[in-house]
């Protein structure tokens, strides 16, 4: 385990539901982010939070919303998704927003149906 | 022109051999260089991770960086089956976020 944990493993929603993803790491640091890994595609980066502040949305639709209460937890509030949204979503963190090495959860696959 | 390219594979190599992953970068505002390690169903695992130029070296690892042709490397020694996996370059500037290459799957036969 890497110090990153993230719930659920598996997510299965319809086009109508709302859902949250969550990340909690126990390193002390405090950059975390949100991924997005498609297949055939770079990880694509969705959100930066550094010290509770939002720094980065990569111009991400509004039915993806983050949600950053303390520097230990991530969360990623989900509603009316497309299929196009079933994915890896990974979440990760480093000691600061873009200082070297950044360690990730194991990640939720979420298909939309 | 993509800002971070990696040819996906698939690499397909005997026990034992010696493996070289690349990846070129167009940014030359890039200073942190990382190696992740992906198995199936997993997430990114890190596997080296380097400081504007040079080589590092860790066991049967080692990581090359050529800022000057914006080119880095991976070289793995004396393969195994338990490498195969897909890696992942990752790179950034100071104060920004990782940029991903694609990934290489990678299939070690024994």
């Known amino acids: 385990e890497t110090g990153v944990t993230q719930t659920p493993r598996h997510l299965v929603m319809g086009m109508t539901n709302k859902k949250s993803l969550k990340c909690e790491q126990h390193?002390?640091?405090?950059?975390m982010y949100w991924y997005k890994q498609s297949a055939k595609k770079p990880l694509e980066l969705m959100f930066v939070y550094n010290f509770k502040e939002q720094t980065e949305n990569n111009s991400v639709p509004s039915r993806f919303s983050p949600e950053c209460p303390n520097s230990s937890h991530l969360f990623l509030h989900l509603h009316t998704l497309q299929p196009e949204d079933s994915a890896l979503y990974l979440c990760a963190s480093s000691l600061s927003g873009g200082a070297g090495e950044a360690f990730f959860g194991q990640g939720t696959r979420l298909t939309v149906v | 022109q993509k800002e971070v390219e990696q040819d996906p594979g698939p690499l397909s190599v005997p026990e034992g051999a010696i493996v070289s992953l690349n990846c070129t970068y167009s940014?030359?505002?890039?200073?942190?260089f990382m190696w992740y390690r992906q198995y199936s169903r997993k997430g990114p695992e890190l596997l080296m991770y380097t400081y504007s130029s040079g080589n590092k070296e860790d066991g049967r690892f080692t990581a090359q960086v050529d800022k000057s042709s914006k080119y880095i490397s991976l070289f793995i020694r004396d393969s195994q089956p338990s490498d195969s996996a897909t890696y992942l370059c990752?790179?950034?500037?100071?104060?920004?976020?990782?940029?991903f290459g694609k990934g290489t799957t990678l299939s070690v036969s024994s």
């Open positions: 940014n030359s505002a890039f200073q942190y």
């Open positions: 390193l002390g640091h405090n950059a």
């Open positions: 990752a790179m950034s500037a100071e104060g920004t976020a990782l940029i």
